[in-house]
């Protein structure tokens, strides 16, 4: 019998690899709470309706990429292939909508594609999302993506790129649909099979072709923003300032469409040159039409989702340091010792230090050995010398240090001891 494995597009996050994302993910929830936005976490399954109606049929994650089935009951069900539909589904339905002023909302968790599988794109991925709900002020909109800017900088990545675009109200963007239509139908044959099938159904989806031949031909196409009314344009305008103000460097990208139907007025995305193909690590927008769509108040709103996975390559790419999770590895050898290590590292856990007890009852030499690849700042060692005059010997790790230390003391000044480990503690990308 063959054995099981992961689907083709799952993977397993082992713990080798835990420490960037507990590190993404409490540092996103530092600057997410600092700026009042609440966490929501919804189910992972929803009914099909919400997405068809939230994302729109004609888009490819409705059209293509959805993991939709029937359960026991015959109902149609769809794995959650975003977050924004089921935040704002749980907005309406539990009355957010109906208190008015302004919700700020975050979450993080699985999301499900039926895509082709490839370095930055798997069938199960990861999303940290933002929703802000209820303020039109293109302050939200600048908020929003300053809030993504730290995110992704606090972590220390570098070249990346904000993209910046309007497309405006639905009227200033059926203007563009015609505009576009009408510029593309005489060349219709010589755009890709794809791009050929959305002149039809979806033709501002044509300006995200990879295909080079119709990115040629969209070189002379017209551009959404010379469609956006004198409102739409100001709108823009605001935005534009306030990110300056803010310091955040941006270029307007004409080209940049999202691929959901929600969308109104901003719209961005944030890449790096780092990614290859799979180059965007955050993309977002204001999408007011999506509260009424299903079924609540008119409500305009603005958020982001970063793709963790693609972060995540990010930051092993450029080598940025995860912090040490271990404060102390404690190595023992001898029946006094080992039980007295025991008791140590429980005492020093309750202190609130990190202490991995090494098990073995092997030689010190191996024992020693696995302390250097466990990543502990401090070795604890304890022999039968120490166990006899209740001593035990501490040695910092990274510098070779060692010295002999009563385990009472060890106990009765924690906050010496975690200085001690802060400055022996390499801090990220240093
Ligand atoms: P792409 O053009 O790369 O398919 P998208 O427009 O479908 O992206 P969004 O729906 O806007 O992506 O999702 C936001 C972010 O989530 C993306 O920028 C990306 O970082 C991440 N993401 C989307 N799909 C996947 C996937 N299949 N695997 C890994 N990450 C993904
Ligand atoms: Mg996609």
Known sequence: MGLIQALRGTRDILPAEIGYWQWVESNARGILSRAAYQEIRTP???????????????????????????DRGERSLTLRPEGTAGAVRAYIEHGFAAQGGVQRLWYCGPM????????????????????????????????????????????????????????GNPDDRQRYREALVAYLTPYKGDLDIDSQDRLTRNPLRILDSKDGRTQAI?????????????????????????????????EINPRLVRGLDYYTHTVFEIQSTDLGAQATVCAGGRY????????????????????????????????AVVGSKTDFYLVSKGEAAESQALVLAQALRQKGFTVELDLSSSAFGKQFKRADRSGAVACLILGDTEAETQTVQLKWLGTGEQESIAQSDLLTKPDELRQQIVDHTLTPNT
């Open 218 to 250: 969209l070189q002379n196409a017209p551009s959404i923003l010379e469609h956006l009314n004198p409102n739409s344009k100001q709108r823009f305008d605001q935005v534009q300032e306030l990110l300056t103000q803010l310091g955040i460097r941006f």
């Open 288 to 319: 007011d039409g999506l509260v009424s769509e299903l079924g609540g108040p008119e409500t305009p709103a603005v958020g982001w989702a970063i793709g963790l996975e693609r972060l995540i390559i990010l930051l092993q790419q450029q080598q």
């Open 44 to 70: 992972i399954f929803e009914q099909t309706d919400l997405f068809e109606r939230g994302i729109g049929e004609a888009t490819d994650v409705v059209g293509k990429e959805m993991y939709t089935f029937k």
């Open 112 to 167: 499900f594609r039926y895509e082709r599988p490839q370095a930055g794109r798997q069938r199960q991925f990861h999303q940290i999302g933002v929703e802000v709900l209820g303020s039109p002020s293109p302050r939200a909109d600048a908020e929003v993506i300053a809030i993504a800017t730290d995110v992704l900088q606090t972590l220390g990545l570098k070249d990346l790129s904000l993209n910046l675009n309007s497309i």
